[in-house]
């Protein structure tokens, strides 16, 4: 444990800069492998979380893609088997306060009871605060959605909507060593306020070099139409490279 705390406060104390956007470094690639296991004599578990992102970053245009799988067993019994992928595109977010946001979003979750379902969509946002260190912004827009659900009632449910689609997006850094990022999304269906979706995604880093961290997530999914959520807390290492 001391070793631990005396790599933190080491890493803390460095003044060595490692890269981010700027006017040469117009890409970026990360990738993330988090889990834990959970091992005694009457219970077994393990869940592992894997990310995979890749970023263009120019001056009026931002365009963002990623994708996740989270598994998981307990008790030799499948927990989670959940697919995500998405694309992001902003435009001006770095030029003007006020700027636009188009989505496209697919998801399959054995936990939450969602056999598929594609968002498309787009809007505008505005940036609160916008420095090198601390970043935060609100959005909001309408998604199309097509789905295809397991209801927990009428079984098989295969729908379409178009929803209001709100995030708040934070970001703080300190000294390119330590840093924090929050997304929350809130997603009503405009038929029905009852038929919404929440997401939440927490991630703190700590920079070991200029390519590897180490991750700590948090991350909270909820789907009222199925009446299922999931919560998963992992930590394990990251890879990020700008180029």
Do not use: C
């Amino acid at each position: 444990m001391y070793k631990i705390m005396a790599v933190f406060f080491l890493v803390l104390s460095g003044q060595t800069a490692f890269a981010q956007f700027n006017d040469s470094t117009h890409h970026r690639f990360s990738f993330a492998s988090t889990g834990i296991i959970n091992q005694t004599k009457d219970l077994s578990s393990y869940v592992s979380n894997n990310a995979v992102s890749y970023e263009i970053n120019k001056k009026k245009l931002n365009f963002n893609t990623a994708a996740n799988w989270v598994y998981g067993q307990q008790q030799k019994q499948q927990s989670n088997n959940d697919y995500s992928a998405f694309a992001n595109l902003d435009y001006l977010k770095d030029v003007k306060r006020l700027y636009f946001w188009g989505l496209f979003n697919f998801d399959k979750s054995y936990s939450l009871k969602v056999n598929y379902r594609f968002q498309l969509g787009g809007g505008v946002a505005y940036n609160i605060f916008k420095k090198p260190d601390l970043n935060l912004s609100l959005s909001d827009g309408f998604v199309y959605e097509s789905s295809d659900l397991t209801d927990p009632v009428i079984g098989k449910d295969i729908y379409q909507t178009v929803r209001n689609s709100f995030r708040l997006k934070f970001h703080w850094t300190y000294k390119d060593i330590l840093s924090f990022d929050a997304a929350e999304f809130y997603q009503p269906s405009l038929a029905s306020f009852k038929d919404y979706i929440l997401k939440s995604n927490n991630s703190l880093s700590i920079k070991l070099s200029k390519w590897l961290a180490i991750n700590a997530s948090v991350a909270y999914n909820r789907i009222s139409r199925t009446d299922r959520q999931n919560l998963l807390i992992t930590y394990g290492l990251k890879v990020e490279k700008y180029f």
